[in-house]
Structures are given as structure tokens and as C-alpha cells.
């Protein structure tokens, strides 16, 4: 029963790969993958867990692009010209007024620009075509003037959109609300920031609107906890067959993926109680998200450990691999 369960799981797998994960998981890779782990159960449980697996590719993601500024910047806009406006309703004033609001606005991606949000924010202006003007190059939106004194480099900006495509923990938006939405709000408190993401879990998302300073925080797509693998709500495993236990796939997550995530935290430079706390906190993903979620530009290091895991510390064949980040060169 088993060995037909798991050639069911094979052609389930083929079909995403054939039309979803852009053919990038062929058999010999998942052989490949399946050979990390030690027993027959094992393996079954975790050709399980990769059937699940969530892959948004090229496409996918240029079309969350499209919804992203349709639905989480245009829309409110042009709600925003209507109430001010005794409810207009006349077209040509309304587009004429986004415009204006458009023109003084400015796209920023959050975190650097060698990561992702700045990445994909060429694929955003494509998309929805935007100009060129509405994005800031890489000398950034302030001027450091003489001595301690930061002004902004165009004063007759009052929007800023900080750009992601995924909040998981919430950390990095937070952060960066703390780096960058502080000191625009010190030079003018009545200008408007938001951070726009295509993913958030919902607690990400949570966690950024109670903690950080952005005035408007959303998501075109928001996980809630049935998208956790081993939350009591999982989505996953939900009307499974009775050999795959979702305790047993627990167990086999937290022995392999702590080696793992402990190798990057090491690397990282922790030790002692602050490295314990970090492993911890990230076995079964960072933030312990939990998640099986990957993008065609890169895994998320809130997706579990054993699917995209590929240090030169620790022995371990990714099936989706993902793209650490480096801050010591």
C-alpha cells in the first residue's frame, strides 16, 4: 500500500513539475533529495510533505506584481480622491488626481538593493508601467548635509511604498520601519509611508502593523496558521492517509533540520546562549514559520530547513535550494 501511495505522490509531483514548478524538480533531483534521509518511512513522509509544496514561479509572481500596486496602491488612491471629493464619481477627475498623487509618490525596496524586494521592483515597474521616476537610485532618498543634519532629497514627495515579497517573522519590516520610516517621519511627520508585501504570514503581518511606524501595511496573499506545517490547523495534514503522522514528520523535521540551521547560526558567528536561542527559534524555519513555500528567485528561510538547505558545513541536498544571504565577506 505503501509503495502505491508513494508512486501516487511520484505522479502528483511530475504534474506540478510539469506545469507549475517550471521543471525544476525532475525525478533524479527528488531521488536525489529523498536519499538525505535514512529510512523507508522517512522518505515516504517526506515525499509527502514535498507534494505539498507551494511554488510560485515567472508568471505567478509577475501577476501578484500587477495585483500588488492594482489593488494595494491604485485602488486605495483613487478611494482615498473619491472621499475627499463628496464622493465623485466623474472619471476624468479621478484619474487626473492619481496622477498627481502617483507623480508624488516613490518605490523603495525594503532592505538593500541586492535583495529581493529591490529586485523584483524592476519586474513591478514593467508590469504596471511605471516611470522610472518613481523610483530612487541607489544614492537613496536622503541628503546628509554638514554635520548631523538629514533632509530629503525630494521635498515635494509625501508617499513612500516599501516594497517586499515576503514577511514571515516581520522582523526585517520592523527593522527597517526603525532605520528608514523614523527619520522620514523626524523631517515630516505628515508624510505617508506603507510597506507593501505579495506574502505575509498572517502573524508577519500582525507583528509589523502593532510595531512598526508605517501608516498603511498589507499583503497581496496572507498565510494564516493552516499554511504552518505542524500547527494543530495544518492545512496539510488534513484527510491524509493513516500511515503519514504528522508527529512522526515533526520529529524527523527537528532531528534533521537543527544540525542544519545551527551550521548557519555558527557561521553567522553565535555561540553560547544566543546561538541556542537561534537554534531554536529557526529549526523548522525562521521565525518558526513552518512553512512549504518557495519562489522562482529564491526559498524563504521561514520554509522548513530540509527543502532548501545547501552549506558547505553540513551534508544536505536541497530540493528547492535556497539563496543565503552573506553580510562577512
Known sequence: MTQLFEEELHKKIKILNET??????????????????????????????LSNFMYFGNIQIRQLLISLYRDLFKYPAVEKIRLGNDNTTDISFINEQFVIAQKKTRFIGLGNASE??????????????????LFPDSSGIFNFESGETLTLKEMDVDHYVLFDDFCGSGRQACTYSDE????????????????????????????????????????????????????????YFQNCPDHIDK?????????YCEPLVRSVWVKEGFEGEKLEKMV????????????????????????????????????WFPIFKRFNKIYNS
Open 20 to 49: 507549475t514548478w517550471e521543471s525544476k524538480v525532475k525525478k533524479p533531483k527528488i531521488i536525489k533529495w529523498l536519499d538525505n534521509f535514512k529510512t523507508q518511512e522517512e522518505k515516504s513522509h517526506a515525499l509527502f510533505l
Open 116 to 133: 529581493s524586494g529591490a529586485h523584483l521592483l524592476y519586474w513591478f515597474r514593467q508590469e504596471n508601467g511605471l516611470s522610472v521616476d
Open 180 to 235: 528608514i520610516v523614523t527619520k522620514i517621519k523626524a523631517i515630516n511627520p505628515n508624510i505617508r509611508v506603507s510597506c507593501l508585501m505579495l506574502f505575509a504570514t498572517k502573524k508577519g503581518k500582525e507583528r509589523v502593523v502593532k510595531k512598526s511606524k508605517f501608516d498603511f501595511v498589507d499583503a497581496v496573499v496572507e498565510l494564516d496558521d493552516s499554511f504552518k506545517c505542524f500547527d494543530s490547523n495544518s492545512r
Open 247 to 255: 508527529e512522526f514528520m515533526k520529529k524527523i523535521c527537528m532531528e
Open 280 to 315: 531554536q527559534g529557526t529549526t523548522l524555519g525562521f521565525g518558526d514559520c513552518q512553512l512549504l513555500i518557495g519562489f522562482y528567485h529564491n526559498t524563504p528561510n521561514n520554509t522548513l530547513p530540509i527543502i532548501w538547505y545547501d552549506e558547505k558545513e553540513e551534508t
